[in-house]
């Protein structure tokens, strides 16, 4: 009897609708409200023509093994690194369904980053479309130009189309994905009801932060973008390996894709340099199998050679105001400036459209500040989210190891985030993400934690000044001042990989440890602090200073000093001294013409040609020099201690200052190498000032 009674409530329990079962909506758990039901997707390919008669190479990928359904909810990845590669020497790495064109030669490989196995799953349709100029589309593009924007919101109108859409339709990615949906979302498709950006760059600030040039990122980022879109058959020389993008089209309809590839004749790993076609009709690309085609896969790629080089112009464009025709790229692209090819440019547009946001950035990333101020800007025009975590540019880190968690639990959370995103704003899922507080952070010391705004109401903005013996302390020192010899060797890379947050793709191996390198800079080292103190929000710095040189680079870190002597990496922003004066940081738009008042309120330095001084030293006086720090959430531990380290170089990740060093080398002999003197004292407080939050 007890043995019936107990069968009769499990099968009872097993029945209960969804609604009667359990139901958790939290960044760390998700469960009742939106549950798996595929096992599989079925894909296929195709181009899209865009208005000016350029086509887009998209994947489809619909859900499979599952309910029967006709018409799905769609998430858009618009990336320019390839919707699927294809290599004969890979096996397929997936095994939900995609069919293996090419037989036992190789197979067709979904961008990892792009295909999201968990919405799929659960009922999402994904679409994978390859940005003009890259992958298999066809034309060509200047990388952060109008035209993407345009293209996105053709895209989202055409999948709106769709037999198998239901109309309702989101963007998800990172980076460059993320700006690709910054310049969609401004164009307001009416279709387009959400988006989920990921460490983005918002323009400027981002490649020449501080008004400093990124040379290390750009110079292989910029390579990689080539090879990636030569769709080369073997590639040398990037940072990462690199497989050509799948053609999108199986043009002699074999079943097979690896034959779409031109015999590349002289074996160089290229196929385009090997015809001349369609300049020279009689000379068109010929094939393994001999059969005839429209050589589209080949049209494509070669048109991808006619891309701006984005090192190049980027390297040039030194001030925001900059404009194509001082580069030279108005007869190709048209007139534009700094400011218009910002992605924070599109920030009006947005707020007017009120599309839902989630902002999702890493405290080590290269770009944390745009995420905060783009969050903090737009979150009472439209429903924001905003989740920090401590990855670097590609969402991993040695941090998380570090302290003591688990680096999969959060990347695991992502996709979970995705999905409660998803759900709500397309398909309408009362899950309660758009009522619980916006902001979670992982404070790194402590873990999670919601809060209710960004940055914290309950920040105190402390003082920690410079003292002499090289101390920082809360109490206003005496007046003093510290000399520093310029040393142009020093470099912030860490770890057999060489990395740092601002190569981006490149991450140390371990928690960066600066003991050895403050050697080669300026140092104030607090006492040890007395009881845990956490710092959450943007760190501000101000410091006088003179130089024996007439400008100057400066480099400023915040470490954490542990009692075994390791100082490890917190946070840390350059500056150009000639950019000292400070601007109203709503100007950062569009020169301040759309009125948006951005947020938070932090210095900004115009880094407009005319706000250029590289005579900022030369008449000796002392020059107050401010920085805010990326945002960051870390608690100081009982026992350590808070260091401010100060460098004038960060070579080579870090262009040098043209005035000190013409030949940007560390050892040429024209080199200037100036005395640097920071002043302190109630004449010149200089300080950082810290965020700190009570217990």
């Not at 000190?660 to 200089?686: E, K, M, Q």
Request: proline letters at 8%.
């Amino acid at each position: 009897m007890k043995k019936a009674l107990f069968l009769m409530v499990f099968i009872l329990a097993a029945a209960l609708p969804a609604a009667a079962q359990e139901k958790i909506s939290t960044p760390s758990e998700y469960k009742g409200y939106s549950e798996k039901e595929y096992n599989g997707y079925k894909t296929f390919s195709t181009f899209v023509d865009m208005s000016d008669g350029v086509k887009l190479a998209v994947d489809v990928y619909l859900p499979r093994k599952g309910p029967k359904r006709d018409k799905f909810p769609v998430v858009v990845e618009y990336t320019p690194y390839s919707r699927a590669f294809i290599n004969p020497g890979f096996a397929a790495l997936d095994g939900t369904g995609r069919t293996n064109l090419m037989g036992g030669d190789g197979a067709v490989i979904p961008n990892p980053f792009c295909l999201s196995r968990t919405l799929i799953e659960h009922g999402y349709a994904i679409v994978i479309a390859d940005i003009r100029g890259s992958g298999a589309s066809f034309g060509s593009r200047l990388d952060l130009m109008p035209r993407i924007g345009d293209d996105g919101a053709e895209l989202i109108a055409w999948i709106a189309q769709q037999p198998w859409s239901d109309g309702a339709i989101a963007m998800k990615g990172a980076s460059y994905m993320a700006i690709s949906q910054i310049l969609t979302a401004a164009r307001k498709p009416p279709a387009l009801k959400a988006i989920f950006l990921m460490i983005y760059p918002f323009g400027y600030q981002d490649l020449y932060p501080g008004g400093i040039y990124n040379q290390g990122f750009m110079a292989e980022y910029s390579k990689l973008l080539k090879l990636m879109n030569s769709n080369l058959l073997k590639a040398e020389g990037a940072m990462f390996p690199v497989m050509p993008t799948a053609p999108a089209a199986d043009e002699d309809g074999d079943g097979m894709l690896l034959d779409e590839f031109p015999i590349d004749k002289n074996n160089n790993g290229s196929f385009v340099d090997d015809y001349n076609f369609p300049e020279d009709p009689n000379d068109p690309p010929q094939y393994e199998d001999g059969q005839a085609r429209k050589h589209l896969y080949f049209l494509a790629t070669k048109e991808h050679g006619n891309n701006a080089d984005l090192n190049a112009w980027m390297a040039e464009a030194r001030f925001l105001d900059a404009t194509s025709g001082e580069l030279g790229f108005a007869a190709q692209w048209g007139d534009f400036d700094g400011y218009a090819l910002s992605p924070i440019s599109n920030v009006p547009a947005i707020m007017e459209s009120g599309i839902p946001i989630y902002h999702l950035g890493g405290w080590f990333d290269a770009q944390p500040r745009s995420t905060t101020l783009f969050y903090a800007t737009a979150k009472d025009t439209n429903p924001s989210k905003l989740l920090m975590l401590p990855g670097y540019h590609i969402l991993m880190s040695p941090f998380y190891e570090y302290l003591g968690d688990n680096q999969q639990t959060y990347l695991d959370m992502i996709g979970r985030e995705q999905l409660r995103f998803m759900d709500k704003y397309l398909k309408g899922m009362d899950n309660g993400i758009d009522t619980e507080p916006p902001v979670t952070l992982y404070v790194m010391g402590k873990g999670l934690r919601q809060e209710a705004d960004w940055p914290l109401p309950g920040q105190t903005l402390t003082d920690y000044y410079f003292s002499d013996k090289n101390t920082l302390t809360t109490d206003k020192p005496a007046a003093g001042h510290d000399a520093y010899q310029t040393d142009f060797t020093h470099d912030s890379r860490f770890g057999s990989r060489k990395g740092n947050r601002w190569l981006m793709f490149i991450i140390p191996d371990d928690a960066p440890d600066r003991a050895e390198l403050d050697k080669k800079c300026l140092t104030y080292t607090s006492a040890p602090v007395v009881q845990d103190t956490e710092v959450t929000g943007h760190p501000i710095v101000e410091f006088w200073a003179s130089s024996t040189a007439r400008d100057g680079d400066f480099f400023v870190y915040l470490e954490d000093v542990t009692p075994d002597g390791k100082a490890v990496l917190i946070d840390e922003m350059p500056l150009r001294a000639g950019f000292a004066a400070l601007h109203d940081n709503n100007t950062m738009i569009l020169r301040g013409a759309t009125g948006v008042d951005v947020k938070p309120e932090l210095p900004w330095h115009g880094y407009e040609k005319a706000q250029y001084n590289n005579n900022v030293f030369a008449d000796g006086a002392p020059v107050k020099l401010t920085f805010d720090l990326h945002p960051t959430s870390w608690v100081f531990k009982k026992g350590h201690s808070i260091r401010v380290s100060i460098a004038a170089a960060d070579w080579p990740t870090f262009r040098l200052n043209p005035v000190l060093s013409p030949a940007n080398d560390p050892a040429s002999p024209d080199n200037v190498i100036p005395t640097i003197t920071i002043l302190r004292g109630p004449d010149h407080p200089s300080r950082i000032i810290l965020p700190v939050i009570a217990e």
